[in-house]
């Protein structure tokens, strides 16, 4: 049986939400858009999902826009906020997911505004100072920074970071893909202008997702074609992956505490039984203090080897799923901007690990083992 260790890239489907998505795909199916009986069924459904992850988040229905997931509503929020409040200058940092550094270098290109880079400290946390200097000389700025790193883990204090925005009137989009379903969000008094989320990071279905938007600083639609989504995007609804999103939701918020603990003992067990079978053995960014990084997420730091290039085709040989990606890498596609970063330098190994509340602990030490063993260097 194979060991899944990848859960920041992705989750297994909880078969509660594949049981709330069912009907929707096979007896409810009307046109949401439809105003006949089978249409306002499933628009009553859609409502009612829409409703209840606004009473999770703690904020009003209104901003809750369905998205196709994660990179869609990050895209959205960009694209649309620079182009409604006129931005000239957008602040972020050199460690954000793809789906806002790429997008953000593509805008600044097409829409002529500066983007400036926050500095990192030595574990690739946000240096708030500077933050605040380059806010100060950039009132008005569009500020873009993920609640937690997906490679690295590392938190982000998401209230100060608002404060600080709010201090300065800039516009606060954060990509929370990868802490949406994992931490209680209260966006009543998180002041995040606008947020991101993604069903299948939290055992939801793929290809669906949200954007909030806070109600007092909207933004122009930014696909058009019809009116559905409070005329932001054009398009008939993911009916059951909207259902889906909420009932993962919903179930994430009703266990997180128990899995928070659990998940986290998952994680402690790794670091200790790595520690133990892999002398020289450290971890990227903050990723191994559980009160600075996401608990679901550890990467590993690898004594120098030839070796390295092979570690994950190796432990995927050995039925052991995970992701990663070195500094320096032979083959630049497979390089982390993450860790090329922070680690310029470095020619470390880099593997990912990441969990859920479907591994079990004699997984962790079957692939502590396996990675031991890859790791010994021949005499």
Known sequence: MRIYLDNAATTPLDPEVFEAM??????DFGNPSSTHGHGRKVRAAIESARKKIAELLNCTPGEIIFTSGGTEADNAILGSSIRTYGIKNVISSPIEHHAVEHTLHMLAKNDQFNLHMVKLDAKGHIDLNHLEELLKINPNALVSLMHANNEIGNL???ERVAELCNAYSAYFHSDTVQTVGHYRHDLSKTKVHGIT????????PKGIGFMFIRKDKKIQPFVHGGAQERNMRGGTENVYGIIGLAKALEIAYRDMDEHIHYVKELKTRMIERLKEQIPGVTFHGDS???DKSLYTVLNVSLPESEENDML???LDLQGISASGGSACSSGAATGSHVL???YPESKRGAIRFSFSKYNKPEEIDTAVKALSELCKIPA
């Open 22 to 27: 069912k009907p929707f795909m096979l007896e």
């Open 197 to 204: 989320a993604a069903a299948h990071k939290f055992h939801g």
């Open 340 to 342: 090329g970063a922070l």
């Open 156 to 158: 982000l204090d998401l």
């Open 312 to 314: 994950l085709f190796n």
């Open 288 to 290: 191994d203090n559980l």
